[in-house]
C-alpha cells in the first residue's frame, strides 16, 4: 500500500510559478513510478507528468512541455512538479499517483487527496 500527500498548492498571478511536492508513505518507493494529473471543475482529470523509478525518464502532457518540470528525489520518498509560467487555464485540482509501471494515462493503483492550484490572470 502506498500513500500520498500533495502540498504546495495555492494562489499565484499568470506568468508565476509554484512547486507542488507528494511525499509517499512507502519502504520501496523506487519500486514505483510516479505521475501528477490535474482535473478541472467539469473536466475529466487529466495528465501532467510522469517520471519513472530512477527520474530517467520523463514524460509531459503538450499543454505544459517547456513550463512544468517533474522530479524526485528516492533518498526522500518525494516527487515534485515544478511550475512555471502558469496560465489560467492550469487552474485545478493537482493529484499524485504511482503505480509499479510508468504510463500516461490513469490506471495508477495510488492516489493523493489533490492539492488546489489557481492562478489568477
Known amino acids: 500500500q502506498v500513500q500520498l500527500e500533495e502540498s504546495g498548492g495555492g494562489l499565484v498571478q499568470a506568468g508565476g510559478s509554484l512547486r507542488l511536492s507528494c511525499a509517499a508513505s512507502v519502504r520501496t518507493f523506487i519500486n514505483y513510478a510516479m505521475a501528477w494529473f490535474r482535473q478541472a471543475p467539469g473536466k475529466e482529470r487529466d495528465f501532467v507528468a510522469a517520471?519513472?523509478?530512477?527520474?530517467?525518464?520523463?514524460y509531459y502532457a503538450d499543454s505544459v512541455k517547456g513550463r512544468f518540470t517533474i522530479s524526485r528525489d528516492n533518498a526522500k520518498n518525494t516527487v515534485y512538479l515544478q511550475m512555471s509560467n502558469l496560465k489560467p487555464e492550469d487552474t485545478a485540482v493537482y493529484y499524485c499517483a504511482a503505480d509499479r509501471r510508468v504510463r500516461e494515462t490513469k490506471e495508477y493503483d495510488f492516489w493523493g487527496q489533490g492539492t488546489q492550484v489557481t492562478v489568477s490572470s
Open positions: 517520471i519513472n523509478w530512477s527520474g530517467r525518464n520523463t
